[in-house]
């Protein structure tokens, strides 16, 4: 008997098949961001290193979250439109379409990133991670997609229609500007500077900046390890119980 998550995840892939469109923009925009910073604005920027060294750790975290609006529109779609019901009654255990969904938006992050990785090494990144640090870095990554995902896909379920799922995953998409992901937040102005210093992101960039510069940054590594598990957490139960009434 196959898996039934296994099923679900190559259902989403079909349906990404078809549609190929969410994964494209997922990967372009990114793409077009980064271009957009390093060449029109990166010159702009004192950040004491060059920009594409300082800016792919931010990018990267964007492009983690930019893909997330296709999810929440896809479980709504199946939780509005009646799909859950059919797996219910063929005894599909409901794990199994969350989990699908969570793994297919895993998959679409790590494309993403790769993405920006890859272009950045074209624009002149130059890491100083070592294997170690690499791995580090790869882990992070994952774990923010876990989280992000099961995140994205409570909004999702807790959204009315598709129309407006689209939208809930739109403030994880703009927290990265307003963290240290494109200018130092000691560059920012009262108010915005203390938003962007204690905000969820901010601990994880830095991390991941510290991580590809090759040093190990502790106190943010801790930081961003205990949002990531609660936001992976926060968004799981809320996931499962708001799944669980609409089925």
Same mark, same amino acid.
Request: glycine residues 10%.
């Given at each position: =008997?196959?898996? #039934?998550?296994?099923?679900?995840?190559?259902?989403?892939?079909?349906?990404?098949?078809?549609?190929?469109? /969410?994964?494209?923009?997922? @990967?372009?925009?990114?793409?077009?961001?980064?271009?957009?910073?390093?060449?029109?604005?990166?010159? +702009?920027?004192?950040?004491?290193?060059?920009?594409?060294?300082?800016?792919? #750790?931010?990018?990267?975290?964007?492009?983690?979250?930019?893909?997330?609006?296709?999810?929440?529109?896809?479980?709504? $779609?199946?939780?509005?439109?009646?799909?859950?019901?059919?797996?219910? @009654?063929?005894?599909? #255990?409901?794990?199994?379409?969350?989990?699908?969904?969570?793994?297919?938006?895993?998959?679409?992050?790590?494309?993403?990133?790769?993405?920006?990785?890859?272009?950045?090494? +074209?624009?002149?990144?130059?890491?100083?991670?070592?294997?170690?640090?690499?791995?580090?870095?790869?882990? *992070?990554?994952?774990?923010?997609?876990?989280? +992000?995902?099961?995140?994205?896909? +409570?909004?999702?379920?807790?959204?009315?229609?598709?129309?407006?799922?689209?939208?809930? $995953?739109? #403030?994880?998409? =703009?927290?990265?500007?307003?963290?240290?992901?494109?200018?130092?937040?000691?560059? =920012?102005?009262?108010?915005?500077?203390?938003?962007?210093?204690?905000?969820?992101?901010?601990?994880? *960039?830095? /991390?991941?900046?510290?991580?590809?510069?090759?040093?190990?940054?502790?106190?943010?590594?801790?930081?961003?390890?205990?949002?990531?598990?609660?936001?992976?957490?926060?968004?799981?139960?809320?996931?499962?119980?708001?799944?669980?009434?609409?089925?």
């Amino acid at each position: =008997m196959k898996n #039934p998550s296994i099923v679900m995840l190559r259902r989403n892939f079909k349906h990404i098949a078809r549609n190929p469109m /969410t994964v494209f923009n997922a @990967v372009l925009m990114p793409v077009v961001v980064m271009l957009m910073f390093v060449y029109v604005f990166g010159d +702009a920027f004192n950040v004491g290193v060059d920009y594409v060294d300082y800016s792919t #750790p931010g990018l990267i975290l964007l492009a983690v979250c930019y893909g997330l609006g296709s999810v929440a529109v896809s479980v709504n $779609s199946d939780a509005t439109k009646g799909i859950i019901n059919r797996f219910k @009654v063929m005894d599909v #255990p409901r794990s199994a379409v969350l989990t699908g969904h969570v793994v297919a938006s895993v998959l679409t992050n790590l494309l993403a990133v790769a993405a920006i990785i890859g272009l950045g090494f +074209a624009l002149g990144f130059s890491p100083s991670a070592g294997f170690l640090g690499w791995l580090a870095v790869i882990g *992070i990554i994952l774990l923010l997609s876990f989280a +992000a995902g099961w995140l994205t896909i +409570a909004m999702g379920l807790a959204a009315k229609s598709p129309e407006t799922a689209g939208l809930a $995953s739109l #403030p994880l998409v =703009m927290l990265p500007f307003f963290s240290s992901a494109i200018a130092p937040t000691d560059k =920012m102005g009262p108010g915005v500077r203390q938003f962007a210093e204690y905000q969820p992101f901010t601990p994880i *960039i830095e /991390t991941l900046r510290g991580l590809l510069n090759g040093a190990v940054p502790h106190s943010s590594l801790f930081q961003a390890l205990a949002w990531c598990i609660g936001i992976g957490v926060v968004g799981y139960v809320w996931a499962t119980r708001t799944f669980t009434k609409r089925a």
